[in-house]
T-cell receptor
Framework: GAGVSQTPSNKVTEKGKYVELRCDPI?????LYWYRQSLGQGPEFLIY????????DSGLPNDRFFAVRPEGSVSTLKIQRTERGDSAVYLC????????????????FGPGTRLTVL | QKEVEQNSGPLSVPEGAIASLNCTYS??????FFWYRQYSGKSPELIMS????GDKEDGRFTAQLNKASQYVSLLIRDSQPSDSATYLC??????????FGSGTQLTVLP
């Protein structure tokens, strides 16, 4: 079946602008995660949704970052007043999410959105 | 602060050899352990998961977990040039989020 999809694949914006990044998880996966990856580093957690609600948003760096998942499927990561330091690859992952811990938490990543803030 | 430490490498092995990748983690409450492979310019791909002490084998890959030592490893047997990638040691705790190491860059020389 189809994997996690993310759009756009690349986004170039100017400092101070607003951007939206979209993620469509694997069908049937109830959990959705956003991570951010800078060059030479592993992904860093931003936010996790179980269904429609943000179960854990402790990784969001500041209040310029916000994410929604209104119908429990597609999610949008929103960044206001972008800064050059926001430039990174934004990764979305999904997992089955329910049931006993273990394989239900195996997370599968989309191709990412490369955000460049000029 | 939960930490996952890996040797950044680069690690080079000849084709056909065994590649050994190691990782330690700081959070004793960690419950799940994964290895992701990441090719340059691509997103992480899950290749192994392990949840209990001991070894888990899948094809040419063997993951090893020692919770007492807070140590995870990945062995790749009969290494192929196509195994050349960055390998991310990844740890999950009671929270659903994953904590990643910075990755070990592996090069398999033909």
């Amino acid at each position: 079946g189809a994997g996690v999809s993310q759009t756009p694949s690349n986004k170039v914006t100017e400092k101070g602008k607003y951007v939206e990044l979209r993620c469509d998880p694997i069908s049937g996966h109830t959990a959705l995660y956003w991570y951010r990856q800078s060059l030479g580093q592993g992904p860093e957690f931003l936010i996790y949704f179980q269904g429609t609600g943000a179960a854990d948003d402790s990784g969001l760096p500041n209040d310029r970052f916000f994410a929604v998942r209104p119908e429990g499927s597609v999610s949008t990561l929103k960044i206001q007043r972008t800064e050059r330091g926001d430039s990174a690859v934004y990764l979305c992952a999904s997992s089955l999410g329910e049931g006993a811990f273990g394989s239900y938490n195996e997370q599968f990543f989309g191709p990412g959105t490369r955000l460049t803030v000029l | 602060q939960k930490e996952v430490e890996q040797n950044s490498g680069p690690l080079s092995v000849p084709e056909g050899a065994i590649a050994s990748l190691n990782c330690t983690y700081s959070d004793r409450g960690s419950q799940s352990f994964f290895w992701y492979r990441q090719y340059s310019g691509k997103s992480p791909e899950l290749i192994m998961s392990i949840y209990s002490n001991g070894d888990k084998e899948d094809g040419r890959f063997t993951a090893q977990l020692n919770k007492a030592s807070q140590y995870v490893s990945l062995l790749i047997r009969d290494s192929q040039p196509s195994d050349s990638a960055t390998y991310l040691c990844t740890v999950g705790g009671s929270a659903r989020q994953l904590t990643f190491g910075s990755g070990t860059q592996l090069t398999v020389l033909p």
